[in-house]
């Protein structure tokens, strides 16, 4: 088992930035990526970012150049810094844990992150 603890959400204006933090504990070995889903009313989920444990990382189109996630294995803990927020970026963001990409096998509880002026 893998526990998942998110922080870092909030409500800021477009433009600010935020900064969202996953720290994993128990089973960590078998964690070999993690990352970031969101989920805005009424749209599907969708994966924002991930990185692997060689720290190969991937990003949706929409947040290209704008969010970065990162990793500290030493303290099992995944950062997604968010840069020039916008309204549509608006959804509650989900930590995941997977064994290898495309695998979700433990989620964080989720945190909103709330962009409007």
């Known amino acids: 088992q893998v526990q998942l603890l998110e922080s870092g959400g909030g409500l800021v204006q477009p433009g600010e930035s935020l900064r969202l933090s996953c720290a994993a504990s128990?089973?960590?070995?078998?964690?070999?990526?993690m990352g970031w889903y969101r989920q805005a009313p009424g749209k599907q989920r969708e994966l924002v970012a991930d990185?692997?444990?060689?720290?190969?990382?991937n990003y949706a189109d929409s947040v290209k150049g704008r969010f970065t996630i990162s990793r500290d294995r030493a303290k099992n803990t995944v950062f997604l810094q968010m840069n020039n927020l916008k309204v549509e970026d608006t959804a509650v963001y989900s930590c995941?844990?997977?064994?290898?990409?495309?695998?979700?096998?433990?989620w964080g509880q989720g945190t909103q992150v709330t962009v409007s002026s």
């Open positions: 128990g089973n960590i070995f078998s964690i070999n990526v």
């Open positions: 990185i692997t444990n060689g720290l190969t990382t």
């Open positions: 995941y844990s997977g064994l290898w990409r495309g695998r979700t096998d433990y």
